[in-house]
């Protein structure tokens, strides 16, 4: 409901002026509703079915290059959702944070923890606005969460050497179905990571051309 209220206060502003679209400050203004509760209300919603949408388990290319993380050490898992990720590293011997707006999806990634009985610290949070210590993370995680305003906060949490692991789609996986109504700064530009990334160590950089999905992700080592 939220969301049709901000839409179509949204295209009213938009004809009304001039073509321009109004900015999201505006529109918070207009329609009394914050950027970041909206955000909650539509991920919990979409988090409120019964099965895991995601599934429960990792995504494959975490599956295969966990071991770029240094055995036993602490990992934060930004956009943690249901918990796929975050349980498998936990499983794996790692001291997992992950954070998540949607409560729903963190209760979630809390059964999908006691189901394989192992613990992870689940935090519901906007990252946006959550202050986690600098140099306070052996390594970060971020599936499928594309926000280029957080990459140099990413950065500074990370301790010296440490590892970051991020993938998401890129801009062709928009012509698949499903995926055409999402807001086009969800997905990468080709090469993205590569230069979001720059001033780190490259460990590993896949962006396949070809696959049911396009997507792009990336392994780099802080230096300093
Ligand atoms: C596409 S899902 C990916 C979930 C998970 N990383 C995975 O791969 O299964 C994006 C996630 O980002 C979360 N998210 C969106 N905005 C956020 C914010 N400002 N702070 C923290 N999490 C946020 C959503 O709730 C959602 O769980």
Request: hydrophobic share 40%; aromatic share 12%; net charge positive.
């Amino acid at each position: 409901m939220r969301c049709l209220v901000l839409f179509s206060i949204f295209l009213i502003s938009f004809n009304a002026s001039s073509r321009k679209p109004i900015s999201a400050s505006r529109l918070e203004k207009l329609s009394g509703v914050k950027h970041n509760e909206d955000t909650k209300t539509t991920w919990d919603m979409r988090y409120s079915k019964r099965s895991f949408i995601y599934g429960k388990s990792p995504a494959k290319f975490l599956a295969e290059n966990y071991e770029f993380i240094p055995h036993a050490s602490s990992v934060l898992d930004i956009g943690m959702g249901e918990g796929r990720n975050a349980v498998f590293l936990a499983q794996k011997g790692y001291k997992v944070t992950g954070i998540d707006i949607s409560s729903v999806a963190i209760k979630k990634a809390r059964i999908l923890a006691k189901e394989y009985n192992i613990s992870i610290q689940a935090i519901v949070a906007s990252v946006e606005k959550y202050k986690f210590q600098p140099k306070s993370f052996d390594a970060i995680i971020v599936f499928y969460y594309v926000d280029r305003s957080l990459i140099e906060k990413i950065k500074s949490w990370l301790k010296p050497n440490g590892i970051i692991i991020y993938e998401a789609h890129t801009i062709k996986q928009r012509n698949k179905p499903g995926f055409k109504n999402d807001p086009i700064e969800y997905f990468l530009k080709e090469q993205e990571l590569l230069t979001m990334f720059k001033g780190m160590k490259v460990l590993k950089y896949e962006e396949p051309e070809h696959g049911k999905e396009y997507r792009a992700s990336i392994i780099v080592q802080k230096l300093n």
